[in-house]
């Protein structure tokens, strides 16, 4: 079984720039995350989807950050304009939750690390 | 507000040897919790999860323990090996979510000796 897809997988930019990073889950999974992770600490959840609607995004810095799943397949994360405190791993992460039970397993991808310099 | 966290940033060990990593949580209502491994380049990989309801929980190699009275687990990896170098972080599902949001701890790295 193929695991969660992100791309790209690094992405230097300048502050004030956009960019946008793409994830693919896995087949037949109903739920979607986007985690930012700082060098040295635990992921922090931004955005939580449920097929293509948002069911968490409390999180998520909404003035410069925004994503999206449509379809309720693939996800994009995009940032706008972007700053030096963004740099971090951005993990893209699926389960198959499509109720309220606690156990329901994340599979996470690799990551994108983006350095804003 | 809820929170996990790990009592030593890094933990050194000599091949062979069990490693105990500890964490600690702050919301007596937290009632699941569960450990991931990290390595290099790579995103987190589940590794075992326990409930409150109980107070160990034994994978392959791997036991985790709950004390619920002094808000504290771990995870002990028997005969520890070079391949489990790697981050381990705790986590617990938000006890005031019903999203299923999970809440990390910062990590600690795992060094084996060979």
């Known amino acids: 079984e193929a695991g969660v897809a992100q791309s790209p997988r690094y992405k230097i930019i300048e502050k004030r720039q956009s960019v946008a990073f793409w994830c693919n889950p896995i087949s037949g999974h109903a739920t979607l995350y986007w985690y930012q992770q700082i060098l040295g600490q635990g992921p922090k959840l931004l955005i939580q989807f449920q097929n293509n609607g948002v069911v968490d995004d409390s999180q998520l810095p909404k003035d410069r950050f925004s994503a999206e799943r449509l379809k309720g397949v693939d996800s994009t994360l995009k940032i706008q304009p972007a700053k030096l405190e963004d740099s971090a791993v951005y993990l893209c992460?699926?389960?198959?939750?499509?109720?309220?039970?606690?156990?329901?397993?994340?599979?996470f991808g690799p990551g994108t690390r983006l350095t804003v310099l | 507000g809820e929170s996990v966290g790990l009592h030593l940033p890094t933990l050194s060990v000599q091949e062979g040897d069990n490693s105990i990593i500890n964490c600690a949580y702050s919301n007596s209502a937290s009632d699941y919790f569960i450990w991931y491994k990290q390595e290099s380049g790579k995103g987190p990989q589940f590794i075992i999860d326990i409930r409150s309801n109980m107070d160990k929980r034994q994978g392959q190699r791997v036991t985790v323990l709950l004390n619920k009275t002094v808000k504290h687990l771990s995870l002990q990896i028997a005969a520890t090996q070079p391949g489990d170098s790697a981050v381990y972080f705790c986590?617990?599902?938000?006890?005031?979510?019903?999203?299923?949001?999970?809440?990390f701890g910062q990590g600690t790295t795992l060094q084996v000796k060979p």
């Open positions: 986590a617990e599902i938000s006890p005031s979510s019903n999203t299923g949001k999970l809440i």
């Open positions: 992460a699926s389960s198959l939750r499509t109720g309220t039970s606690k156990r329901d397993e994340q599979f």
